[in-house]
């Protein structure tokens, strides 16, 4: 009789504590439950406070530049090398990271399209082709901070390229001074409202 005694309580117990440390995971599941509630929403107030400002302003100039074969030797082929327009953004895209601009800097991306209208692949360097001036200081020339190395342009097609500058947020007025590192260049004058 005793050992039966013994069993039950043995049994009692263990229901007591089992119900004690179910009251301790619901309770914990609950605060957890609220931290993530919190946490979720002041994240995505924080992304949506960082979301991409863009200004985009067309451009529209054409310019040609002797291609670069496979070998590295300048061609008598040309590539057609066309600034499409110019984005004033806090965020870019570079080998599938996304960088934001801070401290209060932006981003100026050159889009262009290079065409290649021979029957042989080309190449180009257009972070070799463009200097930024920034205002009135024209003195002060900036290669790209973004820009491709040796871009192919495949035979009798068209490549989407860029090349981009970090620039202070608040400047608006810009020229873009195109051409070969030793030859003539023109300049190409990119303005924005803000």
Not at 145 to 167: E, M, W, Y
């Amino acid at each position: 009789m005793n050992i039966n005694i013994f069993k039950n309580g043995w049994k009692k117990k263990l229901a007591e504590k089992i119900q004690k440390k179910k009251k301790l995971f619901i309770a914990l599941a609950l605060i957890l439950a609220v931290i993530g509630f919190f946490n979720f929403f002041s994240l995505k107030k924080s992304s949506s406070s960082a979301e991409t400002s863009v200004q985009t302003m067309a451009v529209g100039r054409n310019f040609e530049f002797p291609g670069i074969s496979s070998q590295g030797k300048v061609v008598s082929d040309r590539i057609k090398f066309k600034i499409t327009n110019a984005e004033k953004t806090n965020k870019v895209m570079v080998q599938d990271k996304t960088f934001t601009a801070r401290n209060k800097k932006l981003f100026l991306i050159v889009n262009l399209e290079l065409t290649n209208e021979s029957t042989q692949p080309l190449n180009l360097l257009p972070g070799d082709l463009i200097r930024l001036t920034i205002g009135d200081n024209k003195e002060t020339k900036y290669a790209p901070d973004l820009h491709n190395n040796l871009v192919p342009v495949a035979a009798i097609s068209t490549r989407v390229d860029r090349v981009g500058f970090v620039i202070a947020e608040n400047e608006k007025n810009f020229t873009l001074s195109v051409g070969e590192i030793d030859g003539k260049k023109e300049e190409v004058g990119v303005g924005f409202p803000s």
